[in-house]
C-alpha cells in the first residue's frame, strides 16, 4: 500500500500498513466517528452485524357511499375513501443513519349520475377527484448538519434542513454511513367522463369520452450527494477514504421544485354486433391525446446534440438570471432562447383501433380472436428532471482520474481530488467553469406516445358439464417506451475521460428518450371445473418469452455494442419467466348438514364437523435470468451514469465443486470483458442462470 503522493509504501506495523495521522483527512476522521463499532468479531470483514428490524405500517381506510334513487330512470351515487399511512423503516446505525420515515394521505371523492332514457338508452356520467401527498424522510432530517459538522461545503443540508443527516460515503466492501433522498410528492387529480350506449336491433353501440387534468408538485433530488472510493489509488479502497481520494463525488447544492399541469382527452365508439346466433363482431375506435406537460415557470430543456446547444423557452421565468449565468459565469457552454414553452410537441395521431370476433363452433365449442391498439402517454413524474439544470439547480459531478488520484477538467487542468474540490465560497462556486454539469433534456420535440399492439386468439371446449378447457395464444409488441440515454460518451483512451468528451462542459447529459420496445408471445392452456359435489377448481400454465430493451420505466438501455445502442440492447426481460402454473381451488368438506358424511348430526355437532372446506393458491413459476451490467465510467468511455452488459468469457454455470456460487462467478475479473468499441457484439443479453 502506497502513499499516492509520493510513491512510497507506508510503514508497516506488523503485517498491516499504517497510515501516519497527520497523512489522513480531517473530513475522513470526523466521518470515521460516524460509524459504529465493530460488534462480531468471527470474521474480520464482516465485524458488523446488522439485523433489521420490522418496519411497522400504521395505515387507517375509510370509504363511504351514498346512493340516491332520484326517481325509476335517475340513479345518483356518491363516495368518499381515504388512505392514511405511515411507516418506520429502522435505521442500520446506531446514530440513526440510513432510517426513514414515510407517510402517505390520499383520497378521493367521485361518482356517477345514470339517466335511462328508455330500454335501449342509457347515459352513465362519472366525475371524480383524487388528492395524493407523500413525504419521505430521513431520521436525521431537521437535526444536526453533519456535513457542516464534519466539513463537507455546498450541499443541501445548508439550506433545507429536511436533508440534514450523514454524508453518503460509498467503498467497495464496506458498509458505510449515507440516508435515503428525502423527498415528497403532491398530485391533484381531475376527471369526467360519459358514456351513452344504445341498443339497436342486433348492434349494441357505445360512445364517450373522457377529460382529465392532472397537477403534479414534487420535490426529487439526489439528495446531498455522496462520495465514491472505488479507484484504488494507494491500494486499497478504504485507505483511499482515509486520504480523501474519492474516485467520483458528486453534491446537489441547489435543487428545484418541479411543477406540472396536463391535460387528458379521449373520445371512443364500440359496437357489438351481434352477426348471427353464433357469430359476434366487436369493433370500436379510441382517439385520445395528452398536451405536453407544462410547468408554472416554462422551465423544461431541450437539447440540440448536433449543435451542442441548451434549448430554452424564451419565456421562462429566470430569464435574466439564466443569461447572465451563462454570459458571466458559464461562458463555455452554449444557449439558445427558443418560441417555446415547452420542449416537446404533442402527440396528436393517436388513433387506437380495436376488433374482435367470437364464433361458435359447436353447441360446446367457442373460437376468439381479437387484437387492438393501446397508447400510453409519458408519466410525468418521470420527466420530473428535465427542468433540472443551472442556476435552477446546481448538482456538479466529478471524475477522477483512474490511475491518478485527480480531476480532469474539461479545459485539461488538473485539479485534486477531495471532498470539495471546488474550493470555498457560495453554492455557485460548484457549478462555476470548468467544473462539469449535468442536465436532463429532451433530445427531440417529437415525444411519442408508448404504444403497444396486442393480439391473441383463443379456443374453448366444455368437456362437460362442470368442466371448460381452454387454450390461448397471445402477442404483444410495445414500442416508444420511456427510457434514459446518457448521449455524453466516448471512445476509451488512457487518461481522465471529462476532458475527452464530445461535450467537455457535461459530465452528464441524460436525455429522456422514447425508444425503447418489448415484444411477448405467451401460449395458455386452461382447465376450469365449476363447482360441483363441493369442488371447484382453475389451473392456468402459460409458456411464453418476453423480450425487451429495458424492463423498467426509466431505465437505460443496458447494451452491449456502444456503437448499436438500441440494437444491441435487446434481450429477454427482467421480468419474463418461461413456465408458469396457477393453481386456485376451493373443496367443501363433506361433513354436516346436507353433506354426505353427518347429515343427520345434531346441531351441537353439525357446529363442530360442518362448513369446513380447503381453499388455497399455488403458484409455480421458472427463475429469472440474471444479467450482470458493468460501469462504464470506470471503463472510461463517460463520466458517470452509463452501464452495459459485458460479454460474457465464461460458461456461466458453476460445478457443484465449487458451490454453484453465483457470487463466486461474478467476482472472476476474467468472467466478464467490456465490449470494445467499434467491434460487434456477438452475445448480446446471453446469460446462463446458475442450475438450482
Known sequence: MRDPLTGQEFPKVGANWQIP???????????????????????????????????????????????????????????YVLNDESATTPPIFTNGAGGRLFNLKAWTLGGHYNRVFSPRAVNDFGFGYMHYNNTNLSILSNGTNFHEQVGILNVLAYTDPIFTGTPSISIPGYLGPGEATPNYRTTDNYEFTDNFSFQRSSHALKFGGDFRVVDTNMFYTGGNGGHTFGNRYSGDNFADFLLALPSTLNKTARATLWDSRLKYYAVYFH???KVTPKLTINFGLRYEYETPLQTSRNDTLGWDQTAGTMLVSDQIANRSLIESFYRDIRPDIKIRFVPNKVAYDGDTNNFAPRLGLAYQIDSKTVLRVGGGFFYNAPQAPSLASTNDFAPNTLRPIWTGDPTRPVIRLPNGTEIPTGYNPEGSGNPEVTVAYPTPLTIFPFTQR???????????????????QTLVVEAQ??????????GFHNTNYVAPAPGGVQSRLPFPSFARIQAEHMGLDAYYHGLGL??????????????????????????????????????????SARGLSDFDARHRLVLSYAYELPFGKGKRFGNDASAGLNYLIGGWGVRGVSQFQSG??????????????CATACSARPDRTADGNLPKSNGRSLAIG????????????RALATEAAIFSKVPA
Open 21 to 79: 495521522l497527520d497523512r489522513m483527512s480531517p473530513i475522513s476522521r470526523k466521518i470515521l466517528e460516524l460509524w459504529p463499532s465493530p460488534n462480531n468479531n468471527d470474521v474480520l470483514a464482516r465485524n458488523y452485524r446488522f439485523e433489521p428490524g420490522s418496519v411497522p405500517v400504521d395505515r387507517d381506510n375509510v370509504s363511504v357511499r351514498g346512493d340516491w334513487n332520484a326517481s325509476s330512470s335517475d340513479n345518483v351515487y356518491v363516495r
Open 666 to 677: 461474478i467476482l472472476q475479473r476474467s468472467f466478464f470483458r467490456p465490449q470494445p468499441l
Open 624 to 637: 429469472f435470468y440474471f444479467a450482470p451490467s458493468m460501469n462504464l465510467a470506470r471503463a472510461n468511455y
Open 526 to 567: 386452461m382447465l376450469e371445473k365449476r363447482l360441483s359435489q363441493g369442488l371447484t377448481f382453475l389451473g392456468s400454465y402459460t409458456w411464453s418469452k418476453a423480450i425487451d430493451t429495458g424492463s423498467t420505466l426509466n431505465a437505460g438501455a443496458q447494451y452491449t455494442d456502444v456503437n448499436n445502442f438500441w440494437g
Open 271 to 273: 359496437d357489438d354486433w
Open 446 to 464: 417529437d415525444f411519442p406516445y408508448g404504444l403497444n399492439f396486442q393480439w391473441m386468439m383463443s379456443l374453448q371446449h366444455q368437456l362437460s
Open 473 to 482: 395464444y397471445l402477442g404483444s409488441r410495445t414500442e416508444h417506451l420511456l
